[in-house]
């Protein structure tokens, strides 16, 4: 397969935070900002890999600033790398007036997704990522060692296996 720029799948989407997205304190509640993460980064996901993809997992996740009412919120979904049947998509969050020129970032996130084939369900292959800029290339190398940090946690990796995990703390002795 050849290999896409992340440029080809970049995702942009917008939403305003209406009442009934809100909490008493008429801030967004976690739960919708997740979903627009989720959707987000779907479709990141599935322009990249040209197929349906269903999210297979989403690392740490902190509201570091609350969202009005009223704001207009702006997710950028941009993927990071692939491996096999796998995505990894970064979401950043920002929040600004729907009268502009106060935007600030709030929330970030990484999410992982699979692509699914139509009409076996099963996973299939992704084409790789290119990665063009400094900040792109940072991104791609540091997704080894957040896949490895995911399986870990999952359980379906030991950490005696995880070798760039390892060569963090043991520099190249531990690879």
């Known amino acids: 397969m050849k290999a ?50 269903v999210t297979a997992s989403v690392d740490h996740v902190s509201f570091q600033l609350p969202i009005p009412l009223g704001a207009v919120v702006t997710l950028k979904a941009t993927v990071t790398r692939s491996f096999n049947t796998s995505v990894e998509v970064y979401v950043e969050v920002y929040a600004d007036s729907l009268k502009g020129g106060n935007a600030r970032r709030c929330n970030h996130a990484y999410l992982t997704f699979v692509a699914v ?4 369900m099963k996973p299939c292959n992704i084409p790789p990522v290119l990665p063009l800029t400094k900040d792109e290339q940072n991104q791609f190398e ?8 995911r399986l870990i946690l999952s359980g379906r990796m030991k950490p005696s296996e995880a070798a760039e995990i390892r060569s963090i703390f043991l520099g190249d002795e531990g690879k």
């Open 4 to 53: 896409k720029k992340v440029a080809d799948s970049e995702t942009i989407m917008s939403e305003i935070v209406m009442p009934n997205d809100t909490n008493p304190l008429h801030n967004l509640m976690g739960g919708n900002l997740m979903r627009w993460m989720d959707i987000a980064g779907g479709i990141c996901a599935g322009r990249h890999s040209e197929s349906y993809v």
């Open 142 to 149: 540091g997704a080894l060692r957040r896949r490895e940090l």
């Open 117 to 120: 084939d139509e009409k076996t």
